[in-house]
């Protein structure tokens, strides 16, 4: 009947129909004071859980000028569940080696200190960590290989490399020239993870490598940000699962995409130093929608659209994960989007759709 009387009102009136009322709960979501149009931006969040065709939508988040302005779950699901960040964790990653290389620990042009590689004679001494980081290291790690079961992160992950997966990704042979290719990989992310975890525990026990890794993390990474989610999973060897298995709940990701939006500070601490986010968000000399472990906002080389370059802006970069995971920073915006569920791939462009709509709104797109 309702929609009946709209339609009706529509017929004796000049220009588009007035648009259909919120769905219960809509508007509830959205703070009293969102930075934009409080309706409109309700309708954007709602578009998230109920638009067909861009998968399941668990738990958004919207930060802007560095309050809550929007905040929304599916059904069972809530402020408290943690939400494996998949790829997401390859940020975190990065940001875990930027500290080790202010501590002096690790240089970014030097041989990636990999025991294997060290040998004389062995080519892959010339990959750098820079290389690394930059998805540019030249291995022969396929991702999303035909058949699955031959790809290099399930074979690492379910299959030979299992129980070592670190050692697994550094025992892969070259394809290219270290630094001229980019090739995105996890086992390159499980080889920064086993870099760092043997930075904490050098020559120790699994069970002392995953303990002392797990307190570094707590101790300069989870405790500063306020992070009480944040939590990593771990290998047979104890090398942290850096590449793909990081958890945390939708408040604690937003707070790690508002720390990467202040260049690295948290609570007014600079928990890492502002010229390595930077450089996390410089892109790739061989992929120009890629810094070191993180997306950037840019026109792609290569055939995919994880983010919505033509609509911009070019200073917008995320953290990305498997099915749909989503930190969005927008830094001239000032704007933070967590988005996480269950999205398959050919439904991820409507679900980037759905995203760049919200961030138009604070474009003023």
Avoid at 78 to 91: D, F, I, L, V, Y
Avoid at 110 to 136: C, F, K, N, Y
Wanted: charged share 25%; glycine share 10%.
């Amino acid at each position: 009947m309702l929609l009946a009387l709209f339609a009706l009102a529509a017929c004796g009136q000049d220009g588009p129909p007035p648009e259909p009322p919120l769905p219960p709960g809509a508007l509830e979501a959205v703070s009293e004071k969102p930075g934009v149009a409080r309706e409109t931006l309700a309708r954007k969040v709602d578009a998230l859980f109920t638009r067909k065709g861009i998968g399941e939508t668990r738990a958004l988040l919207i930060m802007h000028d560095g309050k809550i302005a929007a905040e929304r779950y599916g059904k069972d699901y809530g402020p408290q569940t943690r939400h494996q960040g998949w790829s997401m964790s390859k940020t975190v990653t990065g940001v875990l080696i930027g500290m080790m290389v202010s501590d002096g620990r690790l240089r970014l042009d030097d041989s990636a200190p990999v025991e294997l590689w060290q040998r004389p004679g062995d080519p892959r001494g010339e990959i750098t960590l820079r290389h690394l980081l930059q998805m540019r290291s030249g291995l022969r790690h396929e991702e999303k290989a035909d058949p699955v079961y031959t790809s290099g992160e399930v074979r690492m992950m379910f299959l030979d490399g299992r129980d070592d997966m670190g050692g697994w990704a550094e025992a892969q042979p070259l394809e290219f020239e270290p630094g001229t290719h980019f090739t995105y990989s996890t086992p390159t992310a499980m080889i920064l993870a086993d870099i760092a975890t043997d930075l904490v525990a050098p020559d120790a026990s699994a069970d002392r490598r995953q303990a002392a890794m797990a307190e570094f993390i707590a101790a300069r990474l989870a405790r500063p940000l306020g992070m009480e989610s944040l939590t990593g999973e771990y290998d047979a060897s104890g090398t942290l699962l850096g590449g793909s298995a990081i958890w945390a709940n939708a408040r604690d990701w937003a707070k790690f995409g508002e720390f990467l939006r202040r260049n690295g500070v948290a609570g007014g601490v600079q928990v890492v130093p502002r010229g390595w986010v930077a450089f996390m968000t410089t892109p790739s000399p061989a992929s120009p929608d890629y810094g070191a472990q993180v997306w950037l906002n840019r026109e792609s080389n290569a055939e995919r659209d994880y983010l919505f370059a033509r609509q911009g802006p070019a200073s917008a970069f995320a953290a990305i994960g498997h099915l749909g995971q989503y930190v969005i920073v927008l830094p001239e915006q000032r704007l933070t989007i967590v988005r996480l569920g269950k999205t398959d791939e050919e439904q991820r462009p409507a679900l980037v759709d759905a995203l760049a709509e919200i961030a138009a709104l604070y474009s003023g797109r």
